[in-house]
């Protein structure tokens, strides 16, 4: 009978248990299809109850470790091995792909099919496949409100619209709130699509300043003196691409300036939180100048598609209008999911996991990367690496690229490609340990030397 061995004291014991399941599966003590211990069983062996034991199983099941089946038995899965792990990180050209923004990967499928099982059985889901609110569920909206609050910020469900994910709540914000011509400060990197919402949109996009510690009031200020400025759009915690989170300080003059400018601010706050954070958004200093847009793909899963979009009360009714012209409702069957994983715990279980996978991410990074400069955020998986004189950011990611590593230069993120900080994006994923040190090795070795010589055409 399997039994775990040197159970971690620092963890709760269910998921000690389920954390010593996941070492023995991978190195090779416990085989795919090989029969678990019934949870009697194995609580009497290691003298707990068996409501632990069944919290174990249960949360290995959720990571994918094992799979139950009525009648015979919790059984260890059939999980991905090395090769096709590494498969999994590779582009179409064969480069591993460290390009893109996505949370660290959390095998759902067991989680999903039980959480169907338990919403057909417990749930009502009248309407939920005919046209619906356009704000979405109130029931939906109390549950996310509820959510929104361990984020630093007390939501109120009578003005929380339900979107179909970040990108459309910022659709529908630029759409409510601007006019073409009108005039949007945005941080000198910013979210790459930025500059497609400005095309359509047909607004103008004035950078403001960063540095190590985020958006520089100062430099919004200077930019409030010089235009007539319509919304300001940032992301004041952990920053894409720079990582940089802004102090108390910081917010607190940018909601006083929203006042003083008679400028909104649209704040963008989907990365999800580490531990040790006490941090509050701009939203809980000025919520009558903030349109607060959040999601659940980075902490709870990106396929759900659920984000969230809080206006000041009294635009309610113009976004809302911009939300059903982008799409009359979100999915409230995806709503669903993700409230019954709110109230569950699965939801908290799962930013539990993701903040243990990022946090073994950036120590590898660390032990990889040495004595090279560049930042981080406790509560993500990508690094920003500065550049220094000695590379241009399109040109380091393209010779990295030719030496298999993809990874995204600052171009893409600035508005003003010309005066922007330069530098790469680097997301670390949980794909194969020696894939990604032998990818993170060679950005290490591509700063350290110098550029070559190209060809060039008479």
């Not at 008679?262 to 989907?270: H, S, T």
């Not at 990365?271 to 809980?284: E, L, Q």
């Not at 279980?349 to 120590?363: D, G, S």
Request: overall charge negative; charged content about 20%.
């Amino acid at each position: 009978m399997w039994v775990p061995q040197k159970l971690d004291p620092k963890l709760s014991v269910y998921r000690a248990i389920t954390d010593c399941l996941a070492l023995d599966i991978e190195q090779g003590r416990l085989t795919e299809g090989e029969k678990l211990p019934p949870m009697r069983d194995l609580a009497d062996e290691l003298s707990v109850t068996v409501g632990t034991v069944l919290r174990a199983y249960d949360l290995a099941e959720q990571r994918g470790l094992l799979v139950k089946q009525t009648g015979r038995g919790s059984f260890v899965r059939a999980h991905r091995d090395h090769e096709q792990s590494k498969q999994d990180a590779l582009d179409e050209t064969g480069a591993v792909d460290l390009s893109r923004n996505t949370p660290p990967f959390i095998n759902l499928e067991a989680q999903l099919r039980r959480s169907l099982i338990e919403i057909g059985k417990d749930s009502n889901l009248d309407g939920m496949l005919e046209y619906g609110q356009s704000q979405g569920l109130l029931r939906h909206r109390e549950v996310l409100c509820e959510w929104l609050g361990g984020r630093g910020f007390k939501a109120n469900p009578e003005r929380l619209i339900i979107t179909g994910g970040a990108q459309q709540a910022l659709t529908a914000a630029l759409g409510a709130l601007t006019s073409p011509g009108d005039t949007v400060l945005v941080e000198e990197l910013s979210y790459p699509g930025i500059k497609n919402y400005a095309r359509f949109f047909g607004i103008n996009l004035v950078p403001v300043a960063l540095d190590e510690g985020g958006l520089l009031p100062q430099s919004v200020e200077q930019a409030c003196l010089r235009n007539s400025v319509k919304a300001l759009y940032c992301m004041p915690f952990a920053h894409n691409p720079t990582t940089a989170t802004m102090s108390e300080a910081r917010i607190a003059e940018i909601a006083k300036m929203a006042d003083q400018y008679g400028f909104f601010v649209i704040e963008d706050d989907v990365n999800p939180r580490s531990p040790k954070s006490d941090f509050k958004p701009i939203a809980a200093y000025n919520p009558e100048r903030t349109v607060y847009i959040s999601s659940l793909s980075k902490t709870i899963s990106p396929g759900l598609r659920v984000g969230t979009l809080m206006p000041p009360q009294g635009l309610l009714s113009q976004f809302l209008a911009a939300s059903q012209t982008t799409s009359w409702m979100a999915p409230p069957l995806m709503a669903e999911v993700a409230c019954h994983w709110i109230k569950d715990g699965t939801a908290s279980e799962l930013e539990v996991q993701r903040n243990a996978i990022t946090a073994n991410l950036l120590k590898q990074a660390e032990d990889c990367l040495g004595n090279i400069s560049y930042r981080y955020n406790d509560a993500t998986s990508h690094l920003w690496i500065p550049l220094n004189d000695t590379w241009k950011a399109e040109e380091f990611a393209e010779t990295l690229g030719l030496r298999g590593v993809r990874v995204s230069p600052s171009s893409i993120f600035a508005v003003d490609p010309v005066s922007a900080p330069s530098g790469v994006r680097i997301n670390l994923t949980n794909i194969d340990n020696a894939l990604l040190k032998q990818s993170l090795t060679a950005v290490v070795g591509l700063l350290n030397s110098m550029p070559q010589a190209t060809k060039f055409q008479m």
